[in-house]
């Protein structure tokens, strides 16, 4: 008999590890879903992976916390960015060189500056987590140039 309820408890453990990876947010254009923690670096708090269609096309959601607020970082292997959610409010800037992993060149072709600009104060205020990961997965798409729109559909 306590074989019998050992096995089932290494059963429903190994489930609800092999289940760790949930869905936060499904919509017809895009799925968010967390990433566990082993991934992350010591500076970052949680990650997220936003698949967009059934080609699964994605990119990655780091976030920091910092005194100001949040840092949302945003990457794929084509480019990076960076959103701040603070109490000024939420926006897309840029990313620190220190923070780089995609070629500051490439990241340049993809990314559109005039984009960028627009999204730089997207809320007058904070955001929860969810809705900057909302924003964040409905607006990315709009930073890419036309000749890079095909990273994400």
Request: charged content about 25%; hydrophobic content about 35%.
């Amino acid at each position: 008999m306590k074989q019998v309820i050992l096995t089932i408890v290494i059963l429903i453990a190994c489930s609800i590890s092999s289940n760790a990876r949930s869905i936060v947010k499904e919509s017809e254009t895009f799925t968010i879903h967390t990433n566990e923690i082993a991934e992350l670096n010591l500076d970052m708090n949680k990650s997220w992976t936003i698949t967009y269609g059934e080609a699964n096309k994605n990119i990655v959601v780091y976030k920091i916390n910092t005194k100001k607020g949040e840092e949302y970082i945003v990457r794929n292997n084509f480019f990076e960015v960076l959103y701040c959610n603070t109490k000024k409010g939420f926006g897309v800037k840029q990313i620190r060189n220190r923070q780089c992993e995609v070629d500051p060149i490439l990241t340049g072709y993809v990314i559109n500056n005039n984009e960028m600009l627009k999204q730089a104060q997207m809320s007058p205020k904070k955001l929860s987590e969810e809705k900057a990961l909302s924003y964040i997965a409905g607006f990315v798409p709009h930073l890419l140039n036309e000749n890079y729109k095909h990273l994400l559909k």
